[in-house]
């Protein structure tokens, strides 16, 4: 039975550390370098790289099922892991289609709905069972510019929609230079309440407010000092 409570007279609204978070950019920006920061990370590697950088994790590049996916992320955190990396969401789906069409692609299968519908679910599935288990979990995406400078994901849109919809952030790290910023966030955070890992990402929507914020004050304080010189 569902119990209806009276209305708050004082809401507090919360802002949870980020916990699920997506890490995007070009490729060669540093994603999966920045992302090996992270507390005792564990890579489902699906395009190798991170294998062969020697992290700790499993190469699903040559072969994968979403049901062992499925299966292994519990033994994960079993294992004393904290965070969770898919590596990356694009090589996923691909490794996802692969297995759906033994090697081939969804438009060219007699029934191409189906084996869109399928691919979906297990993409959603997974992500799901990543999200809830409890481990810090980042999503690398690969991303590329186009003519007019807007950022694009090489994943499939509908999918790269759907994911975006269930982290806390994305944090978009620069090719030049390799830096990190939030591209977006929920929540508003204390830089000192965040942990090592996440302290250093600049946040150019926040600065500007807070620039914004401090430029009003002065301007405020200025003519509170030319009306008290008035008087």
């Known amino acids: 039975m569902i119990t209806i409570n009276k209305p708050s007279k004082d809401i ?3 802002s949870p550390l980020p916990n699920n978070i997506m890490v995007s950019g070009e490729a060669m920006a540093g994603k999966t370098t920045f992302v090996g920061d992270f507390p005792t990370p564990f890579f489902l590697s699906f395009d190798g790289n991170a294998i062969k950088e020697g992290r700790d994790g499993v190469d699903l590049h040559e072969s994968m099922s979403w049901r062992e996916v499925i299966d292994v992320i519990p033994q994960i955190k079993s294992a004393g892991y904290k965070t969770i990396v898919i590596d990356t969401i694009e090589d996923l789906l691909d490794g996802i289609e692969k297995e759906i069409t033994n090697g081939g692609t969804i438009a060219d299968m007699s029934n191409s709905f189906t084996g869109w519908s399928n691919l979906n679910g297990h993409f959603k599935k997974i992500i799901l069972e990543v999200v809830k288990s409890d481990l810090t979990a980042v999503f690398i995406a690969r991303t ?30 620069i090719k030049d230079g390799h830096k990190a910023e939030w591209r977006a966030h929920r929540g508003y955070w204390k830089k000192e309440e965040l942990p090592p890992h996440l302290a250093n990402v600049a946040d150019p929507e926040r600065e500007g407010q807070e620039r914004k914020a401090a430029a009003l004050a002065r301007r405020e304080a200025l003519l509170n000092k030319k009306t008290g010189d008035k008087n």
Do not use: C, H, M, P
């Open 12 to 14: 507090q609204l919360k």
């Open 144 to 173: 590329t510019t186009d003519a007019d400078g807007e950022i694009q994901s090489d994943a499939r849109a509908k999918n790269f929609s759907w994911l975006k919809g269930r982290i806390d952030g994305e944090i978009y790290i």
